[in-house]
């Protein structure tokens, strides 16, 4: 069978499955829609269902392919039989010219996306498929300890899985782009109902002519579908508040679930739909059911990661949830980063997501520069309730001020643009230039050239006309190192990598530098030979009269903004002679407990970092589990930490305890040889087999031109990435 019949196979199960799930909900709770809502609607409210069957499934290693077909096969069969007989009163005819102004505008762009989102999938974030493609290989849930990414919900990415086993990378593109198809039918259906056709067609061709809404639509991303179950969630809460029923409860509760098993930003949809809820009935009953529904949508994803992870909610609040495989500090510098881009001045802000495209990756189109005039819809019920939704669904946008994460409330900032504008020749001019603007060919005259954003029409590769491996070498250099890892290393390598790769086309274990504790301690053992400041070039030594102790001590006494404390190795003396450590000896740390063992492990290559800034109270303790007269205590640490400021406690069998040291001896510690080996040997022991080197990292050079002194040889290269094998 052609690639291209597989990728519309893979696709076309999954959304057949989706509507299938849909359906059977929507017939089994009696919910009458009028026939032109069943399709968007159902395939929204179907969603959630098939992400919970596909996460008992994945949860049990229960994904096979012939599995996946059985499912997809009764799902759509049983909801053909059991289809409703009686539907709901029809809508208001749209209007002609609104209908033609719609079909006009949205068929040539439906042509792009589905051309893009067929071609192959080289979109920059492509840890989604990434993680599909490794939970297919295990037929189910896996851990994934080294990949944050990996912690996040992922209630999208299940719909994914569904796909693989024949759909693979375009296929779940395709299934993406069918919650934007669906947001722009549902939008249009919402303003028929609502006696607002023209706002509702306008606010859909805004939503879906925009540059963004298309490039992530068309990708294996969740933003859009995030948008489209935000957007169906307020839909279905405006029908029962117009006409309360018990069942239309239950799939909001699923959708405001869904909403966080997308992605955690859209957390807030659980409590908006409880405060609609409430406020309309006035009873707890309701609330409650609303609450259960979306808690079974939540529960499993919070589940697994306390028990993969210890953290209900990794990658964040690990201070709150101390664990082995986030650390405090990369949580923090990721979301300053987060929140900031590197924009200089936030009233950039504006021009970046409108227009330029660049730093924020994407524009939502110059239209929305006239967001603002969408406050005058505050002047009627129905549009104080969508500027409602729009302004509590931009909120996390502040955490994270990629343009992307604009797309959860952008169907609603665009209906209430619409309904304040609500001339139809106003609203038609708008909606035809804003789809001229952000065609590829207008689109790419005025925005940055990096703008993330479709540029073409790639019908070729979209068919394999163009064979897939030449496209994506063409359009990747990722996709390149991607192969190039494959070729050259074992099914069961593991590879350090110093820079995400485009794991979505590897089946290796590549551990990126940034994307795990495990992950920075490599990168931290492998930069020390580089880094003059990370060698252990000083030595502090606590020097007192002899006591007999159980348990000593060394505590931060000053705060020291933005150092970390680091301990390469703590060492204690008794006459002189270093006691021989034993099993019996406890080592806590206090924070980052769980890389103690650092410290005490011989090595000038690894060190026990607090991995936060330092302050008074941190500490590093030796139980040694009998009492050991004792007469010195010394620390080798790095000299990357300025304002280090130290004391010494002894504590007693019988409880008391001793200021043995107040102030340590400060001295240069001699360094070892042979470095660059040591470091090598020490990413040997704990697994790693290759390193993946862009010419661009930190001392690339230096490998490429000792790789004798590292112990490593280079075994292939492409474009700016070298692999080495660790020998």
Not at 27 to 40: C, F, G, K, N, V
Not at 311 to 335: C, D, G, I, Q
Not at 626 to 654: C, F, P, W
């Amino acid at each position: 069978m052609p690639a291209a019949l597989y990728v519309l196979l893979g696709a076309g199960l999954t959304i057949g499955a989706i509507l299938g799930c849909g359906s059977l909900l929507l017939s089994a709770l009696r919910i009458r829609l009028a026939p032109e809502e069943r399709l968007p609607l159902g395939f929204l409210c179907g969603a959630p269902v098939l992400s919970g069957i596909v996460f008992a499934l994945a949860a049990g290693r229960l994904v096979h392919k012939g599995v996946v077909v059985a499912l997809a096969l009764v799902l759509i069969a049983a909801a053909w039989r059991l289809r409703p007989r009686v539907a709901g009163d029809a809508l208001p005819p749209l209007p002609r010219g609104a209908r033609w102004t719609f079909v006009f505008l949205f068929a040539p762009f439906l042509f792009l996306y589905v051309a893009n989102a067929m071609a192959p999938e080289w979109s920059p974030d492509s840890y989604h498929l990434g993680l599909v493609s490794r939970y297919y290989r295990a037929h189910g849930l896996v851990p994934v300890t080294t990949n944050m990414y990996g912690s996040l919900s992922q209630g999208v990415e299940l719909l994914f899985l569904f796909n693989w086993p024949f759909g693979k990378h375009s296929g779940a593109a395709l299934v993406h782009l069918a919650f934007l198809v669906a947001l722009a039918f549902a939008m249009v259906r919402y303003g028929q109902r609502t006696g607002h056709a023209w706002p509702g067609v306008a606010a859909a061709i805004f939503v879906f002519a925009s540059p963004v809404a298309g490039a992530d639509g068309a990708a294996a991303y969740n933003d859009v579908a995030l948008a489209a179950t935000l957007f169906a969630l307020f839909s279905l809460l405006e029908r029962w508040r117009a006409a309360p029923q018990s069942g239309l409860l239950i799939p909001v509760g699923l959708l405001a679930g869904f909403g966080y098993a997308i992605k955690y930003t859209a957390f807030l949809a659980v409590p908006y739909a409880l405060a609609v809820v409430l406020w309309k009935a006035r009873k707890l009953k309701p609330a409650i059911l609303v609450a259960a529904c979306a808690a079974v949508m939540i529960a499993p994803w919070m589940i697994k990661n306390w028990a993969t992870l210890g953290n209900p909610v990794s990658p964040f609040l690990n201070a709150v949830f101390p664990n082995p495989f986030v650390h405090v500090s990369f949580e923090r510098e990721w979301s300053t980063f987060l929140r900031s881009y590197g924009v200089e001045d936030r009233r950039q802000i504006p021009l970046e997501a409108t227009v330029r495209g660049q730093k924020l990756g994407g524009l939502v189109g110059p239209l929305f520069l006239l967001a603002p005039l969408a406050l005058l819809a505050v002047r009627s019920a129905p549009g104080r309730r969508v500027l409602a939704a729009a302004l509590l669904f931009t909120l996390p946008y502040a955490g994270n001020i990629g343009t992307r994460f604009l797309l959860p409330s952008l169907p609603f900032w665009s209906l209430a643009l619409a309904l304040a504008l609500a001339w139809r020749p106003l609203l038609a001019a708008l909606a035809a230039a804003h789809a001229v603007l952000s065609w590829p060919h207008v689109l790419n005259r005025y925005c940055d050239p990096y703008a993330w954003r479709l540029a073409e029409v790639p019908w070729k590769a979209a068919l394999r006309l163009t064979p897939e491996d030449r496209w994506l070498r063409e359009k990747s250099q990722g996709y390149s190192i991607a192969r190039m890892i494959e070729a050259h290393t074992p099914a069961d390598a593991r590879i350090f990598s110093f820079s995400p790769l485009m794991e979505a086309y590897s089946t290796r274990d590549i551990i990126a530098g940034y994307q795990g504790a495990e992950n920075q301690v490599l990168r931290d053992i492998l930069l020390t030979p580089l880094i003059d400041g990370f060698w252990p070039k000083r030595r502090y030594t606590f020097a007192f009269p002899a006591v007999s102790v159980r348990r000593i001590e060394v505590v931060q006494t000053e705060r020291a903004d933005p150092d970390f404390w680091n301990v390469t190795e703590l060492r204690v003396y008794s006459g002189g002679q270093e006691l021989e450590r034993r099993a019996e000896w406890r080592l806590r740390a206090t924070p980052n407990p769980f890389e103690v063992q650092m410290a005490f492990d011989n090595s000038p290559v690894t060190r026990w970092r607090s991995w936060q800034t330092i302050e008074p109270g941190m500490r590093v303790e030796v139980d040694f589990g009998r009492d050991e007269t004792i007469d010195a205590v010394s620390l080798e640490m790095s000299d990357d930490q300025h304002k280090v400021r130290m004391r010494l406690n002894g504590h007693t069998s019988d409880g008391r305890t001793l200021s043995l040291a107040g102030k340590p001896r400060e001295e240069s510690n001699p360094l070892p040889y042979r470095l660059r080996r040591a470091a090598v040997e020490e990413l040997k022991l704990r697994g790693i087999g290759y390193i993946l080197v862009d010419d661009a990292d930190h001392g690339a050079a230096d490998f490429r031109e000792k790789p004798a002194a590292w112990g490593i040889t280079e075994v292939a290269s492409t474009y700016t990435g070298r692999l080495y094998k660790l020998d």
